[in-house]
C-alpha cells in the first residue's frame, strides 16, 4: 500500500528565510505533485514532476524528485508572508491515474 | 485553463436525506475524482472514474455512490446523509499524467 509522509506538518518562519519541506512515499512511482491551499479553499496545482530528477521552478518555490530515494523536496527561498498556506504532495499510485495524498504541511510566514 | 465547477459551496442537509454533488469540467478530461477532506485525516479518495459509465471505488466508498452519464459531469450521491459524512468534499479531473484540477470544494454539513 502506497504511503506519503510529509513533514514537517507545521513550519513557522520568518520572513526572508529558506526552508524545505520533505515528502517521502514508500513504493515506486515517478510522478509526483504539489498542491497549495488556503484557508477555506481548494487545492491549487504548484508544480508536476514526472521524471527522477525532474526540478520545477515558480518564484520563491523550488520543487524536486528523486524517485530512488523516494523523495521529493518543496524549497522555499526567502520566504514572504504571501506563501502561507497549506502545501500538499500527492503520488501517483502507478498507472492508474489515481493520487495518494500526503498529510500536509501547514506553513506560517511571520512578518 | 481547465475549470472545475462544483455545484455548491455550503450545503446543510438533514440526516437521512439523499444528498446530490455536482462536478462539472470543460476540458475533456477522461478522469474524474472525489475526495472528502477532514482535519486530521487529509485528503481521502471516495470515487473515481475513467471513462463515461464507468466508476471504482476509492479507499472509502461505503455510504456513497457515483455517476457519470457523460464525459463533463460526475456526481457523487449520498445515499442516506449521516452526520459523520460531514465534510469538504473536492472534485478533481484530470487528462493522463498531468496532474488534478481541482473545483472549489463543498462543505457539507449534515445536522
Known amino acids: 500500500e502506497l504511503k506519503v509522509e510529509q513533514n514537517p506538518l507545521f513550519l513557522s518562519m520568518q520572513e526572508g528565510k529558506n526552508y524545505t519541506i520533505y515528502c517521502n512515499y514508500s513504493?515506486?512511482?515517478?510522478?509526483l505533485y504539489w498542491y497549495r491551499q488556503d484557508p477555506g479553499k481548494s487545492l491549487e496545482s504548484l508544480f508536476v514532476?514526472?521524471?527522477?530528477?525532474a526540478v520545477k521552478q515558480e518564484g520563491r518555490l523550488m520543487a524536486s524528485l528523486d524517485t530512488k530515494a523516494r523523495l521529493s523536496t518543496l524549497h522555499i527561498t526567502a520566504a514572504v508572508h504571501d506563501l502561507s498556506a497549506t502545501y500538499f504532495c500527492?503520488?501517483?499510485?502507478?498507472?492508474?491515474?489515481?493520487?495518494?495524498f500526503g498529510t500536509g504541511t501547514r506553513l506560517k510566514v511571520l512578518a | 485553463d481547465v475549470k472545475v465547477t462544483q455545484s455548491s459551496r455550503y450545503l446543510v442537509k438533514r440526516t437521512g436525506e439523499k444528498v446530490f454533488l455536482e462536478c462539472v469540467q470543460d476540458?475533456?478530461?477522461?478522469?474524474m475524482f472525489w475526495y472528502r477532506q477532514d482535519p486530521g485525516l487529509g485528503l481521502r479518495l471516495i470515487y473515481f472514474?475513467?471513462?463515461?459509465?464507468?466508476?471504482e471505488k476509492g479507499d472509502i466508498p461505503e455510504g456513497y455512490s457515483v455517476s457519470r452519464e457523460k464525459k463533463e459531469r460526475f456526481s457523487l450521491i449520498l445515499e442516506s446523509a449521516s452526520t459523520n459524512q460531514t465534510s469538504m468534499y473536492l472534485c478533481?479531473?484530470?487528462?493522463?499524467?498531468?496532474?488534478?484540477?481541482f473545483g472549489s470544494g463543498t462543505r457539507l454539513t449534515v445536522v
Open positions: 478533481a479531473s484530470s487528462l493522463l499524467q498531468y496532474g488534478y484540477t
Open positions: 476540458m475533456d478530461h477522461e478522469n
Open positions: 514532476l514526472l521524471s527522477n530528477g
Open positions: 472514474s475513467y471513462d463515461v459509465k464507468m466508476k
Open positions: 500527492a503520488v501517483e499510485t502507478s498507472g492508474t491515474y489515481k493520487y495518494i
Open positions: 513504493t515506486t512511482s515517478d510522478r
